[in-house]
């Protein structure tokens, strides 16, 4: 009988307390809702300290927000960025998988999980969450962008440019997703449907010079050369972009293109000025020398090039260009062999070694050498003029 009391007794006690888990008092409901109403406005102020760069003021208000009320989705969020800033991506994962589990539709935690994960260097994790960012949230760019970046990244591009075609028409006003498809297409030499989408994202983004950046290298690739150099004029008076090289060197190679040698020559000696070690710009000083008439100069910015890679066998070819023009033929067909020897595909080089043989009074090896080229490639028209100009003389 006494056990039977004493078990009531515990029974009594359990229910009481599952009934108190389940119903909690006016009281702690009140003060459940007062503390996450804190911790909502500290979120606040802490996102604004985030902003604005106090970023260790930040973290002790929302520690405290967290505190507060453990289950903020937000301030776990904020809490990761936080944690991303300073480097420690291991607590910023931590964070955002609270994050998710306090609001699973939360799609910038799924976003910034991507970017932790990108960070460390796993990208089809990234992806993944990249991908669910997308999937909550279809309607922010950033996330679609995120993915695009990331298909890139694991050299699946065909896919990205997929992609982001199918959002252009959501995202009608954004400039950034059709600059993004620009790109993607100067990727594949698509280059007239590149033109047209950097256009569009030009006008869309009218101040946003970086797009007028790869209109003007898309125009440059596909050998519009005018329209290339006014944009480029306009980009390098700029003042962003004065100090570019590469873009300077582009100005120079459409000013060469559009039978402005003595403007390409004041453009690549620029380039050479804030690019010295650029074997590009070396090679269009020099062709746009040679052009002009100056054999000389363009030797010796070939001598640049030569120093600064001794292997390149474009610089020995052209090279050979300028010793053969001066009647230097011993040298010209040393340069043209050493072009050939670096580059054994290259028939242009080979017909050159050919056609100095032939000037050296050496027909029949260089009537070798055209029939090399013939043999590599029947079509080639310079061999096969070469060979028939040396049989109408023998």
């Known amino acids: 009988m006494r056990k039977l009391r004493q078990l009531s007794v515990v029974l009594l006690c359990l229910l009481g307390a599952c009934s108190s888990t389940k119903d909690p008092t006016v009281q702690e409901a009140a003060m459940k ?25 930040s ?70 969450f990249y991908q669910h960012a997308c999937d909550k949230s279809p309607a922010e760019l950033a996330y679609v962008m995120a993915k695009a970046e990331m298909l890139v990244a694991m050299d699946r591009r065909d896919e990205a440019l997929t992609m982001l075609q199918a959002k252009v028409a959501y995202f009608e006003h954004s400039g950034a997703i059709r600059d993004e498809v620009g790109l993607l297409l100067v990727q594949q030499g698509r280059y007239p449907e590149a033109i047209e989408m950097f256009r569009r994202a030009g006008i869309l983004a009218t101040d946003d010079l970086t797009i007028r950046e790869h209109l003007s290298m898309a125009l440059f690739y596909g050998k519009q050369y005018s329209e290339s150099a006014g944009i480029l004029s306009e980009l390098l008076t700029s003042g962003k972009f004065e100090k570019r090289s590469d873009l300077l060197a582009a100005m ?51 001598n640049r090039c030569l120093a600064i890679d001794e292997a390149s066998s474009q610089a020995h070819l052209l090279l050979g260009y300028v010793q053969l023009r001066q009647d230097r033929l011993s040298e010209a067909y040393a340069s043209f062999a050493r072009a050939s020897q ?14 100095t043989l032939d000037r050296l009074g050496r027909g029949s090896e260089a009537a070798a050498c055209y029939q090399r080229v013939l043999k590599m490639n029947p079509g080639d028209e310079m061999a096969g003029q070469l060979l028939a100009r040396l049989d109408l003389r023998q």
């Open 252 to 302: 120079g190679e459409c000013q060469l293109q559009t039978g402005h040698a003595g403007q390409a020559v004041q453009s690549f000696r620029q380039a050479s000025e804030i690019g010295p070690d650029s074997m590009g710009v070396w090679l269009g000083l020099a062709r746009a020398e040679l052009q002009l008439g100056s054999p000389r100069r363009a030797e010796l910015a070939l």
């Open 33 to 57: 809702q007062w503390n996450n109403a804190r911790s909502n406005v500290l979120s606040g102020l802490a996102a604004d300290q985030y902003a604005n760069g106090n970023f260790d003021k």
């Open 342 to 355: 670096l580059d054994p595909t290259d028939t242009v080089s080979l017909c050159m070694v050919g056609l």
């Open 59 to 128: 973290r002790s208000t929302i520690d405290q927000a967290i505190r507060l009320s453990p289950d903020n989705a937000a301030a776990h969020v904020l809490s990761a960025k936080l944690y991303i800033e300073a480097g420690q991506l291991e607590a910023a994962e931590k964070e955002l998988a609270l994050a998710r589990q306090a609001d699973p539709t939360s799609a910038e935690a799924e976003y910034l999980s991507g970017v932790v994960y990108q960070r460390w260097q796993q990208p089809q994790r990234a992806l993944e």
